[in-house]
């Protein structure tokens, strides 16, 4: 694990906070934080912590983003199946 004390977390949670992908989330500054603080344990320098703190925000947030109608769609997968769909119609 790298021990890299990291100047720049303020930059990079500003970065954030104004961007076009987030900032109408109204992210909490303090959850963006311990995102920082954790993944500063196995960066190996600034680009990586970066890289690796947009990566799990993103997995963070990501499902909270979808517009998915998952009773819809269940209930259409459904349908599909009882129709005996070939191998091919199932990767449609």
Do not use: C
Not at 14 to 25: D, G, M, P
Not at 26 to 49: G, H, K, V, W, Y
Not at 58 to 73: F, G, S
């Amino acid at each position: 694990m790298a021990s890299t004390n990291f100047t720049n977390t303020g930059a990079i949670i500003e970065k954030t906070l104004t961007s076009a992908k987030y900032s109408a989330l109204d992210l909490p500054r303090e959850m963006l934080e311990d995102i920082l603080n954790q993944e500063s344990s196995f960066a190996q320098n600034t680009a990586d912590l970066e890289r690796r703190f947009r990566e799990k925000l993103h997995n963070i947030i990501a499902p909270y983003l979808e517009d998915i109608q998952y009773p819809v769609e269940t209930q259409k997968l459904r349908v599909f199946s009882t129709n005996n769909p070939d191998d091919e119609a199932w990767k449609t």
